[in-house]
């Protein structure tokens, strides 16, 4: 894997405290894929099988409620999404969709579980991460009851 590659997931939040030995091997667990403007990365309700980090360009997250869209956020280079599917195989619980042209390093399930047993200390960076989008989420359904 090129240095440059190690550099931009050195900077990853989720990968920061990671040595040079376990980026090389998340980068080269990781595929290249590039989008364009307007094409869904991931949709809502559909099986995911791993998460993106959103190496260049700008991404959406939408979120579907009972017939209306909503725009939850967008991400940026270095920013992470998807990564529930790293530990569940449940469906998308939101489309992410490109809103001009994008790069995303995609990692699997099961290449990410692999890196996990060699380096759990992963799976510790990951539960903030997790545990904030899940306060949000029940923040957002608690207000939406609440109308």
């Known amino acids: 894997m090129a240095a440059p590659n190690v550099e931009f997931l050195r900077r990853v939040r989720l990968f ?8 090389r091997e998340i980068g080269n667990a990781a595929v290249e894929q590039r989008w ?27 979120q579907d409620h009972t017939g209306k869209s909503e725009k939850l956020r967008d991400l940026g280079p ?6 529930m599917a790293l530990l ?26 692999g890196i996990l ?6 799976a510790l960076k990951l539960l903030p991460i997790l545990t904030k989008r899940l306060r949000a989420a029940e923040a957002h359904v608690h207000e939406a009851a609440s109308h």
Do not use: N
Request: proline share 4%; aromatic share 6%; hydrophobic share 35%.
């Open 117 to 122: 047993e060699s380096h759990p200390a992963i």
């Open 88 to 113: 569940d195989e449940f469906p998308r619980s939101a489309t992410v969709r490109a809103v001009e042209p994008t790069t995303c390093l995609g990692i699997t399930r099961w290449h990410f579980r």
């Open 36 to 62: 364009e403007t307007g094409q869904e990365i991931v949709r809502q309700g559909d099986t995911g099988v791993g998460m993106f980090i959103v190496r260049s360009g700008k991404v959406e997250i939408v």
């Open 78 to 83: 270095g920013d992470v999404f998807g990564e």
């Open 16 to 23: 920061q405290e990671l040595d040079d030995h376990t980026l």
